[in-house]
């Protein structure tokens, strides 16, 4: 008897960096929230009868993400009783039996419930030749020629956007990501009407009593992070200790906090903390001490210990953060950004909230 793996299960793990990527391919259960710098599972997706029909756009989120932190678990159904996609059919349903990417969706799914046979067609991507154009002239100009056009049906995140001051933006990537949406959300008054921890509770409490599972099974499962929201202020220890680093040497310390890290850097007369994101696309560059530069693995920008980008795609300097003195502790503050609009302007950098002068 054939089978099929449908998805009942979707989560988020600890690392996204809210790309947009997820909710550009599956809008029916992936939310950005770009409030709280953060992905979630929408409600209706905590259900699996929901998630079934959306198996091959959950499969494909999860391979299109670049930190690989969609995870989901599926069960094996009969290949008869595999329910149709609920979105309006672009393709052709008819080449849903052919199993050429079972092996790469399992190996996304759970380990405890191995994926088997998934039939995954490509899904057509429709990007308006209009915005394509917007994309590139976005990418040159840093992100706000994008922001200041009057395009009819922008996604709501982006009307929100719009309304940001630059210092509140995300990189260019995330931008380009939202605009690739080519049409409106189905559902957008659930979309408004959800209140985060409290839908949250209400979605899984249904799932929990209608499965019957056990408090400690429902909790474990509910664990995984489909809301993070963290403080945005991270207190760094002592000022000592960086003053104790060399101008040009690069604190890492901070780069795996969520759910946005940053190294510290000793510069000749300042620390400063500086964002890990990429400002071409959104990767997480590596800092490479014997070549003292921040090198993007993604297409080979470069930035200097201070930031600055000098080889590379990457349109503008690493973007920094807010940093001050408690008492002697530094405190990264991440809620205030200081952004740079172009390849050498500095100039938001001399900003007293911008580096500890030393
Ligand atoms: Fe393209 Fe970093 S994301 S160079």
């Not at 057509?124 to 917007?134: N, S």
């Not at 992070?225 to 003053?243: H, I, Q, T």
């Not at 993604?298 to 200097?304: N, Q, V």
Request: charged residues 25%; proline residues 10%.
């Amino acid at each position: 008897m054939a089978t099929k793996a449908l998805v009942t299960k979707v989560w988020i793990d600890p690392g996204c960096i809210v790309c947009d990527a997820c909710e550009t391919t599956c809008p029916e259960v992936f939310e950005v929230q770009h409030d709280n710098e953060t992905c979630i599972i929408r409600p209706e997706a905590l259900d699996a009868e929901f998630n079934k029909p959306l198996t091959e756009s959950i499969i494909e989120a999860a391979e299109e993400c670049p930190v690989d932190v969609i995870k989901f678990d599926t069960v094996e159904v009969d290949a008869a009783d595999v329910p149709a996609a609920p979105k309006p059919a672009a393709a052709p349903a008819a080449g849903a039996a052919d199993a050429s990417e079972p092996a790469t969706a399992a190996a996304k799914a759970s380990p405890e419930k191995p994926a088997s046979k998934v039939a995954a067609p490509p899904k057509p991507k429709v990007v308006d030749p209009a915005i394509q154009a917007l994309l590139a002239a976005t990418t040159v100009r840093g992100g706000h020629a994008v922001i200041n056009q009057g395009i009819q049906d922008l996604p709501d995140s982006i009307k929100h956007m719009s309304k940001l001051s630059p210092d509140k933006l995300p990189p260019d990537a995330r931008h380009q990501k939202v605009l690739q949406k080519s049409s409106p959300k189905k559902d957008e008054t659930s979309r408004r009407d959800f209140v985060v921890l409290g839908a949250l509770t209400v979605g899984w409490g249904s799932v929990a009593a209608a499965g019957g599972v056990s408090t400690l099974a429902f909790a474990r499962f509910m664990a995984p992070n489909v809301l993070e929201v963290e403080d945005p202020k991270v207190r760094c220890g002592s000022l000592a200790k960086y003053l104790a680093m060399a101008p040009g040497e690069v604190n890492e310390d901070y780069k795996p906090v969520k759910p946005s890290g940053f190294w510290i850097v000793r510069e000749e007369e300042r620390i400063a903390a500086v964002s890990i994101i990429c400002t071409h696309l959104g990767c997480i560059p590596s800092w490479l001490p014997n070549d003292r530069k921040f090198k993007c693995p993604c297409h080979g920008s470069g930035f200097k210990p201070n930031g600055v980008n000098f080889e590379g795609p990457a349109p503008r300097p690493l973007e920094r953060f807010k940093i001050y003195l408690d008492g002697d502790d530094v405190i990264v503050d991440r809620s205030k950004k200081f952004l740079a609009m172009g390849p050498n302007d500095t100039a938001k950098w001399n900003d007293p909230e911008a580096s500890i002068p030393v």
